[in-house]
């Protein structure tokens, strides 16, 4: 092997947080304030890559102003909605601690809408109350990011590193002991010895063709976990958002910016004949915002099989009822962002289609967020189990915070009085090897062109609704991807090298793209955000979750039975 | 015929010569600069580099880049069926192509 001539860095830490979204800037300030030093790195910009900071609206917690509420009404609605699937202990700390989360987001000026001295409350589809605060206008993603991140900079204990790309982790007897990783900015290998490493890189809907992803959420942490010797659960459970932006193209905007638009104004939801059509899948919406993300979904897809789509393969969403004031009043600037793509939504609707938006799956984890690894904690979209078969609106901020706060206090409590954890390049022998070493580049294999591919084989094979022939084409197109991709990065470490970044996202691709099609195809009943069109109906006898490991480099799957509520405070 | 977007491109990194590459990118209506960058790397070059992580949405702010002279985010600019001159922020620090050293420095690895 030909050793590239950079000179590595290394760094040593506490706890190594990975990822700065929601999950990963709450992780790192929750250690910090247990007294950990910790190092805050991700693959983009601190606070500006990842999910969070595209959220426009709702964040659900039981913050009981002005209807009366409390979590355990929230933590049923969540359950409910992940139809039996759910952990209830993760489930819980989602919907009890997100409350605290909520109001300590509120102490530090995030600016939730408010009426008067009490925070502002929308319905969304699946909850029983007025349940999800926000903030105007379709900034609550932004707002959530700049506050954390003023926090985290107030920390001297937290160091803050963008522009790195943490590879694989480093593990010792089955402890958690640190991890490898490259420099984006100039190529550089960098080690990192870590008493404790919370994952908080979010989900994996970057491995679609149409999905509301930034390009970093491509299941990377999944496959850390994986090749770190943890495990995955509900793998499956790929949850699309049945109205992301279809037509006409719109630039500068998120593709799942109808949600708001129907928590505050309803809006219809039409198909190619201009009728309303939910009704007839089991849900009349009378327009109003009422049917959950799954039925949804199942609904826009078979109008559009029948011939009953909009033009450009959806349904219609349309608010010319609604009226110009009403609109202004409830979405002030963004109805002029729309005037400049040419949308007037007095006068014409606008198509919309499912488009991959969150993952259910993840990381399994027990009550605090440990994985099967000691010492290496998930937080945020990057942990399964929480929200079952399907997820409610409004949890995945709410994850991120709650989840990010406990993985932080947890691993701090772990590394308490621990020593230092020594460096070994031993224990992280390959991974060192893929970072340093310099291969030729390929004139036929364009890794750019390869992800597309692999958006295409997930979209076309493993999206919502499935077959067993479907998935077993997929896995093959993903064996023929991984031989075209080869064991080794192409090229030598340098300088914002992106082809050899996309080499490293599609190994991890490729792996989490297996993990869903093989989970998918073990699972011969239809449940949630999981539908299978040769197994249409719910098998009570399925109630369990898939468990997935690597055994010798090979993904092996399980079952496990969900697990029941353990006594946790 | 269909109607070409001509992408000219400022390609350059540290301790490499400097070049301009011309690109031809399909034109559709509606699309930004960054989808036919993000064309150009799927269909011709996987090494141009460009800065970006939310993709559509303006919500990162990490695209920022010259066109004809003028600071666009390139995720917002319009794609055009003419001749597009794209280069690098010029008072950053160049990392290549159309990459450059935003990050604050504080949140870099030394």
Known sequence: MIRSPIARTHLSTDVLVIGAGAAGLYAALAAARDGAAVLLVDRSLIGRGGATVMAQMTVAAAVGEPARDHWTHHLADTLTAGRGLCDPDLARVLCQQGVDCIREMDRWGVGWARDGDQLRQVQAPGHDRPRCVYVDFLNTGPAVSKTLRAQVQRQPAIRRIGDLCVTDLVVRDCVAAGAVAFSVADGRPVTIAAKAVVIATGGLTRMYRRNSASANMGGDGYALALRAGAELIDMEFVQFFPIGHLAPRLIGMDPIMWDPFRYKLGGRLLNGEMREFTESYGVAEDGSYVVTRDLATYAITKEVEAGRGSPAGGAYLSFQHVGADALRAAFGPVIDRLARNGIDLTKTPIEVAPIAHYHMGGIRVGPTLETAIANLFAAGEAVGGANGANRLSGNAITEAFAFGRLAGAQAAARVRGQAASAWHDDAARPALELVERVAPLSDTVNPAALVIELQAVMADQVGPFRTAAKLAAALARLDALRRALGAVPPGAPRTFDLARVDWFDLRNMLMVAEAVALAAAARTESRGAHQREDHPALKPEWRLNQVLRLESGRLALSTAPVRAEAAVS | ?110
């Open chain 2, 1 to 110: 015929m269909s109607e070409i977007a001509e992408l000219v491109i400022a390609r350059a990194a540290p301790g490499e010569p400097a070049r301009t590459e011309r690109f031809a990118v399909p034109f559709e209506p509606g699309q930004s600069v960054l989808d036919g960058l993000r064309h150009i790397r799927a269909q011709h070059d996987p090494s141009l580099a460009v800065r970006f992580s939310c993709i559509n949405a303006n919500a990162c702010k990490e695209c920022m880049m010259l066109l004809d002279g003028k600071v666009i985010y390139a995720c917002t600019a319009r794609l055009e069926p003419r001749v597009m001159v794209l280069a690098p922020l010029p008072n950053k620090q160049l990392l290549r192509d159309l990459v450059t050293e935003i990050a604050p420095p504080d949140e870099r690895l030394e």
